[in-house]
């Protein structure tokens, strides 16, 4: 069983320029979670969505970042307009959510540097 | 506001003692427990979890105790292994909402 894939893995943009980043749940997970750790710091929620729906975006800030789940493909998460404050490590996790078992299970994270 | 708060930075103990992380936390609704474990470079791996109407879980080498009335869990690593050095963070969630909530990590080092 494949684990919570993300791509790219490193992701190098220039100011202005938009970041798209990409986000495979583990087979048969209909839950899918952003987290941001920024450099010395620990991880924080973005967002979290099933398919078609984001059900809580309560952690993204509000402009410039947005977040899809589609019926069909992967989750994204869209940077436009990236600045300095930008670069850190974007992780996705993914959930089955039965009534006895929330755990999330991680990917590798994309290191998106903004210079 | 920091809801889950890992006091200790760092801690570095021996090959084959007990290792004991600690977490607190400030938010009575919080009724759902994890502990990571992350690597540099790498995302964060799940290792075990606790539901607030128990006072323990264990697995293997790992065990989690929960104190509600504290606020406070811990993790208990026996016996620690130099595989086991390591960033942890303590991880909690309202079963009615799913978003985690992370303390900042502490540094465990395992000297063979």
């Known amino acids: 069983n494949a684990g919570v894939m993300q791509n790219p893995r490193h992701l190098v943009r220039r100011r202005g320029q938009e970041a798209r980043l990409r986000c495979s749940p583990m087979?048969?997970?209909?839950?899918v979670y952003w987290y941001r750790q920024l450099p010395e710091e620990g991880l924080k929620f973005m967002v979290y969505?099933?398919?078609?729906?984001?059900?809580?975006e309560s952690g993204m800030p509000k402009e410039r970042f947005s977040a899809e789940f589609p019926k069909e493909g992967p989750s994204i998460l869209r940077i436009q307009q990236v600045v300095r404050g930008d670069s850190a490590a974007y992780f996705c996790?993914?959930?089955?959510?039965?009534?006895?078992?929330?755990?999330?299970?991680f990917g590798p994270g994309t290191r998106l540097t903004v210079t | 506001d920091q809801q889950v708060k890992q006091n200790s930075p760092s801690l570095s103990v021996q090959e084959g003692r007990i290792s004991i992380l600690n977490c607190d936390y400030t938010?009575?609704?919080?009724?759902?427990f994890l502990w990571y474990k992350k690597y540099p470079a790498e995302g964060p791996t799940f290792l075990i979890s606790?539901?607030?109407?128990?006072d323990k879980n264990e697995d293997g080498r790992f065990t989690v105790f929960l104190n509600k009335s504290a606020k406070h869990l811990s993790l208990h690593i026996v016996p620690s292994q130099p595989g086991d050095s390591a960033v942890y963070f303590c991880?909690?969630?309202?079963?009615?909402?799913?978003?985690?909530?992370f303390g900042e990590g502490t540094q465990l080092t395992v000297n063979p």
């Open positions: 087979k048969g997970h209909s839950h």
């Open positions: 969505l099933q398919k078609e729906n984001i059900i809580d």
């Open positions: 606790i539901s607030s109407i128990k």
């Open positions: 996790a993914s959930s089955l959510q039965t009534l006895s078992s929330y755990e999330q299970y």
């Open positions: 991880a909690a969630s309202r079963t009615s909402g799913s978003r985690l909530t």
């Open positions: 938010n009575s609704m919080f009724d759902y």
